[in-house]
């Protein structure tokens, strides 16, 4: 149906959903990332609460389940070649055997987010990226540029180069900073058509190229943000290898930040 979803030449469309404001809210989150990059995503869980106090619906559409060899590079593959880690693919087939299949879908990413999209019918596409998973967020949202959503990034990438994050064409919002006391109204003032711009840690594009430049969201209290709702991923995302077997793992996040000035993090950065 789309021979080239991640370059779609047609038009620019109009947010149908706007003046439609009976139906919820609805988010589309992605956060690029290869299967073996890491293990589910503290973001995605923290903002599926979030939004769900709050009468938003979220839907996450999970990359993890394709297969990226071909385009970007597999960390744990060279691992394996150089023998620094023990092999684990026929135990990571055999836990993946029983992934439903809407869950694999095509191994078209570009045209499998698309129709996530176009059957979810969202206010806002939102995504998550980091320098290693840039492109690939790119790729998503520049697959449905033309069905006239807004496209807010926020993540490490446009928080630590955000002159370069703005300048995407796929990108019409960059968060820097931490995002968890903005991604509500920002939802709100988006499905409302709302100037954006104010809200803290956002950076905007105007219609004649130039940028509306923010402030860093400050930090948030940790204690104030609800429980991670895990509830979200498909059971298979919380087995992980490890030392040449396959573990079912979950992230715990008790602090951002680091005291540590090492020259080879980013975590200098942040603080």
């Given at each position: 149906v789309f021979p080239d979803p991640c370059n779609n030449p047609r038009p620019i469309a109009k947010n149908s959903r706007k003046g439609t404001r009976m139906k919820p809210l609805k988010a589309i989150f992605f956060n690029p990332n290869p299967r073996s990059m890491a293990l589910i995503?503290?973001?995605?869980?923290?903002?599926?609460?979030?939004f769900g106090k709050h009468g938003i619906e979220m839907r996450f559409f999970d990359t993890s389940f394709y297969d990226f060899s071909e385009d970007h590079a597999n960390s744990d593959k060279f691992l394996q070649t150089n023998l620094v880690i023990k092999a684990f693919d026929g135990k990571?087939?055999?836990?993946?055997?029983?992934?439903?299949?809407?869950?694999?879908?095509?191994n078209d990413v570009?045209?499998?987010?698309?129709?996530?999209?176009?059957?979810?019918?969202?206010?806002?596409?939102?995504?998550?990226?980091m320098e290693s998973t840039i492109m690939l967020a790119r790729r998503l949202f520049r697959g449905v540029r033309d069905l006239g959503l807004p496209h807010v990034l926020g993540g490490v990438f446009p928080t630590f180069a955000p002159e370069v994050a703005i300048t995407f064409d796929e990108v019409d919002i960059i968060c820097r900073g931490e995002g968890e006391g903005i991604i509500v109204p920002l939802v709100r003032m988006l499905a409302e058509g709302k100037d954006v711009f104010g809200l803290?840690?956002?950076?905007?594009?105007?219609?004649?190229?130039?940028v509306n430049r923010g402030t860093v969201a400050p930090p948030v209290d940790l204690n104030e943000n609800p429980r991670f709702d895990a509830s979200i991923f498909h059971e298979s995302r919380f087995h992980r290898a490890m030392s040449g077997n396959i573990y079912r793992m979950f992230p715990v996040e008790t602090h951002r930040g680091c005291p540590l000035k090492c020259t080879f993090c980013n975590s200098p950065i942040q603080d």
């Open positions: 995503s503290p973001v995605v869980s923290l903002f599926f609460s979030i990571y087939k055999e836990r993946m055997r029983d992934v439903p299949r809407h869950e694999t879908h095509s570009c045209a499998d987010f698309r129709r996530e999209v176009e059957e979810f019918q969202p206010d806002v596409v939102m995504g998550s990226a803290s840690g956002i950076w905007t594009k105007n219609q004649d190229g130039s």
